[in-house]
């Protein structure tokens, strides 16, 4: 299973990532597009700047995943090898996974009352994220996910 590591030393805060994951979970393959649509999609890392220092909010994949706790629809699940699916057609909207999330790493998509997180991109070769990181902040490695 892959995970994302993440070397706030090497990043420059240029929102490449965000940017990247927005337009890989958007209909769009095209960045002109993506920026002429609304509601914009919604990215599932942030960087942010927090107490003046680097900061990624992306899902960390916990070994005990309190969103699994609160979903009451049973629309997140964590499997057995450490990855935290997430079923969109499940998902009622109730929110009650973000605010378990003590990571404040599951974002609103109000638009199509869903939460959204990361999903490592498993359906492509490396994360959109890892590939639009220019300083390599972002690397994509092999290995349980618990492992981040």
Request: glycine share 4%; aromatic share 4%; hydrophobic share 35%.
């Given at each position: 299973m892959r995970k994302v590591k993440f070397?706030?030393?090497?990043?420059n805060t240029c929102h490449s990532c965000e940017i990247a994951c927005a337009l890989?979970?958007?209909?769009?393959?095209d960045i002109n597009e993506l920026m002429a649509i609304e509601p914009k999609p919604i990215p599932r890392i942030v960087i942010n700047l927090k107490k003046d220092k680097v900061n990624m909010q992306k899902c960390l994949f916990c070994k005990k995943p309190k969103c699994v706790e609160a979903c009451e629809e049973k629309a997140i699940e964590k499997r057995e090898d450490g990855f935290v699916e997430f079923f969109e057609d499940k998902c009622t909207g109730c929110w009650k996974c973000i605010e378990a999330c003590p990571f404040k790493a599951i974002y609103k998509n109000e638009d199509a009352n869903v939460a959204v997180r990361c999903d490592l991109c498993l359906d492509a070769d490396k994360p959109s994220?890892?590939?639009?990181?220019?300083t390599h902040?972002?690397?994509a490695v092999e290995g349980s996910v618990e492992d981040a």
């Open positions: 070397d706030k030393k090497l990043c890989k979970h958007s209909p769009y393959d994220c890892v590939g639009a990181c220019i902040a972002l690397v």
